[in-house]
């Protein structure tokens, strides 16, 4: 006797059926997006960078596909009675998802970090300006391009539904599946080995992906006795050092025209004595400026090249763009370094206390040097730009100080990586200033904190506090006002975004 099945689970087997083509389909949209993540990391420079990217590519963004499927699609499958309203629902459902992993993706490239729950804050506060911009015309077209993407998804599962009988007679469900499980298990137990050797072309990609997870060392091999965690932790300790053997100074050529009739002074306290008279040159005044260098000859490197002192030992025989493009396009550049100062950095480009006229000056000068340089140059405020910093102690660390200028200070937050690309761009020079500084323009900055090196630490300042994190991966949260330690929790996407910047001119072993 032959029992048929019933129409019911005819039904549910076809749908079934169709929600696995409908997410394999989408599984290869979903890479097509997660492309965007490869594209704006650095390459891994190996082979076996190369092979586990790959791997790990396909098998997260199958994994999160198929995961998402079977979360929020399959149970429809067998709740629901009318197909119409699963593929209806499967299309919301995998538009929605897709627009959201397209987002994290461009918020990905833009900003180094992905979207979850802390970097909510972060997030709305860099997005909170341009999104006060968008007037009705560019919401329509945004809900516009939602209502395509939408069309398409149904299209899509309409287009499956139809030929069903044509997909089940291809055989090709179990190479697929077994591909992307190969990719998905082989890509975390490469990783297992990369962590255990500190491989660093495999290690750097943790955080290329979202909801990104791989196997460590630690978890997995520590529990077999595979792995001495003593000898572990030592290593992996080492991984942060405070010189960077390659780099790529400045990462494109910087094109860009400036007016050398301007005459521009930066002048850099080199101690942290007072002394200063300038309260009657009405000069913009801000006490957010933080010098992080922990030497003088660091302070002065960090100066003329925008970039923190981690790559001073580097960038010895480089020649900043503050200096080289001015001098090519004709303005003359001048450097004062008081004799007295202990340092032999820039030797060569040391001028003459009387060198005056019109040109870009830059002077490092102790506290009780300042007004009288400022005499003897006679500089002409209302005509000429003007930048003092001040705050710099040998060896104290990140130190707040003051910086007094005639220009406009628009940054909440202004460190020594900030004053060669605001200086370039206040000569007309539009190149981008990340082609060549770690810093940005302070009179039209791009995001709200900052980053530097003091020592081996690296530097983070956002909203009033000061993170500093050790090699050994210990960290310190402070409260710039009162020098108090915060017990906030560590706001990891921020600090990922701001390694990112910190090390854009470093190159892969």
Sequence with gaps: MILAESPRRQRVTKLVSWGHWFAFVNIFLALVIASVFIFSSPSPNS????????????????????????????????????????????????????????????????????????????????????????GIQQWGYLLLLFVIWLGFQLLLANAIWKRMDRFQQRKIGMLVTVFFIVCFVSSHAVHVWADAALYQPIIKQDNMFPLSYPATAKTTMSRYGLLDLETYEERKQLQFAPDIHQIVYPTEPVYCAIDIANTMYLIVQTDNGNGLELDSLNLNK?????????????????????VPEIYFETLTQERPVLMELPEALGMPVAIHIDESLPTSMLNDYRQAMENTGAGLHIAFLPASKINAFLEDEKVDFEKNGLIIATGFATGAGAQRGTLLTNLDVKADAISTEDLAPTILNSLGCNAPSHYYSTGQDFTNPQRNWLVSTSGERVVVIHENQRIEVLSNGSYEITNIDNGNRSNAPLN????????KQLTRFSQPH
Aim: aromatic fraction near 14%; proline fraction near 1%.
């Design 47 to 134: 082979a076996i960078g190369t092979l586990y990217l790959l791997s790990n590519w396909f098998g997260h963004i199958g994994f999160l596909t198929f995961a998402g499927f079977v979360i929020f699609i399959l149970p429809l499958c067998y709740l629901a009675t009318n197909a119409k309203v699963i593929k209806a629902a499967a299309s919301v459902i995998a538009a929605i998802g897709l627009a959201l992993l397209a987002f994290d993706a461009l918020l990905y490239n833009r900003t180094g970090f992905h979207i979850n729950f802390s970097s909510t804050d972060l997030l709305r506060s860099e997005a909170q300006t341009q999104i006060s911009q968008f």
């Design 492 to 499: 990891v996407d921020l600090l990922s975004r701001a390694i």
């Design 286 to 306: 801000t006490n957010n400026y933080f010098t992080n260098a922990s030497s003088l000859d660091a302070l002065i490197m960090s100066t003329l090249f925008g």
